[in-house]
């Protein structure tokens, strides 16, 4: 964690104008750590363990604040309309004791995507019929919490695009962006060799390019 706070306060120091993206809204501060005894009692409350990494941060730097995009929530905290709220005012999180499903990206097939209303209907009864179960069929097969067990959202891109980071099953440590927003479905973030990001590594990789950009835009 020493060289992530180190090149925190760097980009802070090199930023005063908040010109990177999304910092304007968390302004590089950090929250107030918790305590291992809150954690812990966190993790009982879900059945889990968060991955190491993941609790050194909210234990050690802060829980929540700086960071990619609009920055790192607070555990158990989402985004919700333009704030947060807490998971269980929220609808995204679902059991963090069941194993996240998948090892590589996932999307729904073109078989259920085929379903979607087209604008062939003869009366405008039939048409809205038609979109309400779509959005039905959607929010049990596309956006129900159950779609993403096992994982936490930890940093919002805006326009309802996400990064979770999974908390229990094989792939537990690994980061994911959420493109459901766009139907695009979810993808494995990983580095230029394709190796899978662990939460350190999706950090530092933030705040090396933050760093290059700002500096790179000062020459």
């Known amino acids: 964690m020493k060289e992530l706070k180190l090149k925190l306060e760097e980009l802070k120091k090199e930023d005063k104008h908040f010109k990177n993206f999304g910092s304007s809204s ?3 501060q950090l929250n107030d750590t918790l305590s291992e005894i809150e954690f812990r009692e966190i993790e009982s409350k879900y059945g889990c363990v968060f991955p190491d990494e993941y609790r050194e941060f909210i234990t050690l730097v802060g829980n929540g604040g ?12 989402e985004d919700h309309n333009h704030g947060i709220c807490s998971w269980s005012e929220g609808t995204l999180v679902g059991d963090l004791s069941k194993e996240f499903p998948y090892e590589s990206d996932w ?3 073109d078989s259920f ?3 979607e209303p087209q604008d062939n209907y003869e009366s405008e009864e039939e048409e ?6 779509w959005e039905e069929k959607l929010n049990e097969k596309y956006w129900s919490e159950d779609v993403l067990p096992g994982a936490i959202p930890i940093c919002h891109e805006g326009c309802a695009r996400r990064i979770w980071l999974v908390v229990t099953g094989p792939m537990k440590g690994t ?8 139907y695009a ?18 950090y ?3 705040l090396n390019q933050s760093l290059s950009e700002i500096r790179g835009s000062k020459d």
């Open 26 to 28: 968390h302004e590089y």
């Open 66 to 77: 700086a960071g990619p995009c609009y920055g790192v929530f607070p555990v158990e905290m």
């Open 107 to 109: 999307n729904l097939p």
């Open 113 to 115: 995507w085929s379903n």
């Open 128 to 133: 809205d019929a038609a979109w309400e179960a």
């Open 175 to 182: 980061i994911w962006r959420d493109l459901r927003a766009d």
């Open 185 to 202: 479905g979810i993808e494995l973030l990983r580095d230029d060799e394709g190796r899978s990001l662990s939460f350190n590594r999706w």
């Open 204 to 206: 530092l990789d933030w």
